[in-house]
């Protein structure tokens, strides 16, 4: 999702979106902007003034006009004041906090929509965030560079149209060298974006180089290849440093020359200026006054080409924004008639595909789970067995196939309705920072302290949650580390057992943690998966022996499928798998610092 | 808008290391600025001859004009080139001093920190330097050259208009600093505000899988939006105060009324014969630009403000302590370890981790530290290649205090397999040889075999030259268990430290992980931490701890008998490793 180079949208389109992502304060934006345009055309109309004003002193020694055209450039100024003043109340007023809030709340109800599959991985999540966390901030400035642009190219213009007034070939002048900044500095932008992309990449190495070195310090710190040894690392510093020179050399100066079209055009009129002047057919002091307002315009000029780093920012953000909610929610088609009335689960021919992936993780994939029984999924990791679950409770849909509870698609099962029936323990546990209570309350919202207490109970987690120094209502971010896995693990499980889901999901809830944890965490798994459909994922293959059915995954196919007593006469794939296990669990290390070589069975 | 305090002090001290070539930039861009203005003198001067003598070219001073803009434009592109190469090269220096220092500070600072948020620091801290360092400084040396030297040829020029256009600044100046009067308070709450927005993202988008399992979102989204909700009224509360103050200062430092004064007072000044014309055009040319010089500094606080967190984290790990060794001791004389009544915390103030641990391991032996989760028994193995070094009392290795000891000298006597193991995004064999570059290709291969590596490597694509790929993404825990085990082979230390090797191995994987551990642990001195019991039933001596103490030693048989914390952890982990779920046990075919 993070494009690493920007390509390069129209502005109408960058206005779209702007008035887009103001929402429902759109209006009020546009009229802002008309007011920012207002205000640069009145201060141009205003600086015009000065040429009839200095008419009227150097040459036509008339006081009067000249103190008509002081009052008249005066009172446009004070105009251009106000319209620029009641534009900016859209900031100042709060409106555009107000409408970056509300699209912070979209944003965030857009995540909640969204297919989860969009937000598994750590990059996306890290995106995400970012995007969340910075929309204020860059779009804060908006009208702050609108403003600027605005002056920069609508006040050169309306006194340039004025100055036909007074004198055709200066006006004409002035119109050619201020517009022209537009299309050269619109012109050079896709170069600059060729740049971008042999830079990006030496970002990205650079990038990759340093997690790899900080993440690797301690093997290569026990290899003695850090600091002044770390060849790679170096290397790709020195790399990046030339590509940025020879990017600043082709990129970035262009920003300038693109200013000193203006410096040269300022010297043609002065040139054309004086010759005019001497030729007699130009009044010197319009010519005086005419670098009077120009030495005006320059300066904004220089200022917007400074700025179009902000103004990249702003883009890069709306982009980013509209991309994010143009992610479609996974549909509901046709919603079934009632709630599903048996939980029985069942997989019909499923074939699914990670979108980054080239091969499917899944490929016809059929099985039954029938209601109140217990399911394992074993094979090696990657053979697809999170990604069974995963489309169980819906984070992506299948590209073929259907996934069945109690006989309707899931697909035709509303959002909540779904989430309502599934229970899921993971092997890593996310705590709220909020109060114990509220972390296991927020299975099911309505239910009492005393409800939440017995689930506790039930979860093996009362006793050491009595004992924390205020109980349910200690709050997690204030014990943090103290509580270990195992205690977090087991707070999970009471959510689950809360929201008493009657189809469960384990993905490894016990890998993680060490003997002792384990024994309670496992207590409170047999709590959890009394009289429920289950599906766990196992590594550990004792865990399993138990389960009605054993389906065992590899490469994104079922190769075997059936009993533990069952796949163990089959004499395959699994009894393999469970004689390799069964040898290592009597590995042991041998005195005298010989292991000893695994013993048969 | 509201923004955080801006001291410039960090900024400054950031750039030491090209502060030479910042300030030839800045001198540069002040000179540029001094040609622009002098362009802007000649130019009235050209403009007021001409109305003199409206039939004579004014040669000189328009050929100066040209010069002089020509100089501030050439000074102006080498100021911005300076101060663009001097931001690289600051970039490049101050990673390589990041990633120095990072060798030096103890592992547990880097662990404590997080490799991605160090990363974070060295990466993107160092990036977002580059728009202060390489655009704000020449604009900042004009912001400050330009309106002094600008007011001194105003005084020149005409007192009484110098004063008219000073005194529309001071009285913008003045509002400003009523505007900003009660910034303190409010950066407080702003940027306390901004902290719950970004704590409340962070946590709504990591924890969405576990958001949508249990609710539709209420209660995250929930405190999320309250976040939300206090920013705003935070942020409407500042412009409400502020507002007012600060719109009127932009409104009277924008140059439009400087302008207009000195056009009033000009006009008046000139009809009067008070005043040259020419004068009066040299000052309506240079003095609007007082304002406007200020105004970009302003702006630029925006980007320097971003840069300030940036510049205070790069500056906090460029301090991070490092580990002080003497390097002056002997070598190491044998493969002993040596524990000497050890106290560890974690940091000042924290924990106590160890307390009073003392143990010997002979040469050659094997011991096991086990031990409920949280008891010490990780901290230990890992004090041994000091990623952290101890509060009190010693570690010794081969008879030598591991900080009397260079760096190079202790890793040349332990090598260390985590659970967690790393791949360097270069080839297989590189990864293997890795510590030992010297070692050929066979004895690679030959580490590989005893590592029980060589067939998957052989089955890989290229074989030994495949590219281990983003941090070794394509191949299972298990192999890459196995390829660090092929490293530590080659490696061939006296010393091995192994925490929890097998822990995250799949079934298949694991019979052939434990046949590369039985081959590198040979003839060596083990020391081996265990979460689970069944590998270390038959260690020379296991060391039990329990909440950061050594509670009890001896053989498995032993402590068994003794029926301690040994036997207990013992009775969980039989019963853990008999569990099955829905109550129906494993009929164990043994």
Redesign the interface.
Known sequence: MPASVKKITPWRETWRQLLRSTGRHGRAFRASVIGLAAAAVLQGLALACVVPLFVAVATARDGDAALAWLVAMSALMALATVCRWLAQGFDYRGRMAEATHDLRTRLGEQLRRMPLEKLQDRRAGEFNAMLLGSVDENLAYTLTILNLILTALLAPLACALALFAFDWRLALALLLVFPAIVPLYRWRRPAYGRGMRALAQAHQRTSADILEYVQGLPVLRAACQTGEKAERLRAGFAHLEHIQTLGHRKGARPNLVVTSVVELGLLLMLAAGVAWAVAGTLDPAILAAVFVIVVRFAEPLATFVMYTAILELIETALENIETLLAVPALPVAEPAAGRPAAHDVEFDDVRFRYAQADAPSIKEFSATLPARSLTALVGPSGSGKTTVTRLLMRHADPQRGRVLIGGIDIRRLRPDQLSAMISAVFQDVYLFDDSILANIRMARPGATDEEVEAAARAAHCHEFIARLPDGYRTRVGDIGGRLSGGECQRISIARALLKDAPIVVLDEPTAALDSESEVAVQQAIDALVRDRTVIVIAHRLSTVVGADQILVLDDGRIVERGTHAELIAADGRYRAMWEAQQRTKSWHVERHGHAGSPTAP | ?PRTEAGQGGAWRIMRPVRGQIRFAMALAVASAMFGLAG?GL?AL???R??AA?????WES?LG??AC?AAA?LL??TA??QS??AA??L??LL??AL??R???VS?GY?QDAG??A??KV??DDV?ALH?FVA?STP?YARAYAAPVVTFAALLWLDWRLALGATAVLVFGFAVLALAMRNRGEMTRLYNAAREQ???A?????????????????????G???RA??N??AV??RW??EA??A??FA??VL????T??VL??LG?WL??TDRLD?GRW?AV??LG??MA?AM??MM?LK??VD?VKLSIARIEQVLAAPTQPATGQAGRPVDASVRFEDVDFRYGEGGAEALAGVGFSVAP???V?LVG???AGKSTVARLI?R?WDVTAGRILVGGVDVREMP??TL??H???V?QEN?L???SVAANIR???PEADMAAVVAAAKAAQAHDFIAALPQGYDTPAG??GAFL??GQRQRI?IA?AIL?NRPILVLDEA?A?A??????AL??A???L??????I?VA??????????RILVFDRGRLVERGRHDELLAGDGTYAR?WR??E????????????????
């Open positions: 808008m802007m130019l050209t403009l007021h001409l109305m409206p039939a004579l070219w004014p328009a004009v040209l803009t434009y102006r592109l911005f080139d663009h190469y690289f090269r970039e490049t990673r390589t990633a120095e990072l060798a030096r592992l880097v490799a991605g160090l990363a060295v990466y990036k728009v655009d604009l927005v970004s704590a993202v962070v946590e709504f988008v990591q924890a969405m899988p576990v958001v949508r399992t249990f609710d539709s979102g209420e209660s995250t989204f405190r999320y939006r939300l909700d920013y705003l942020v409407s412009y409400r507002g007012f600060a719109r932009m409104a924008n140059p439009m009324p302008l207009a056009l009033w006009a000139t009809w014309f055009l309506l040319l609007t630009g406007e105004m970009p702006m925006h980007l971003r050659g032996s094997v096991a409920p989760s949280g290649p990623f760096a190079e890793m040349r332990v090598a260390f985590f790393f360097f995004a270069d890795l510590g030992t983003e941090r299972s825990g660090a490293r490696q097998t995250f799949d079934p298949e994987n694991e019979a434990v046949a551990l039985s081959e642990m040979r003839g060596k001195t083990v081996l979460h689970r019991l069944n590998t270390v039933r038959d260690a020379d952890l969980s982990h019963r853990a490793q008999s569990w099955a779920l829905g109550g129906r046990p494993a009929t164990e075919a043994r």
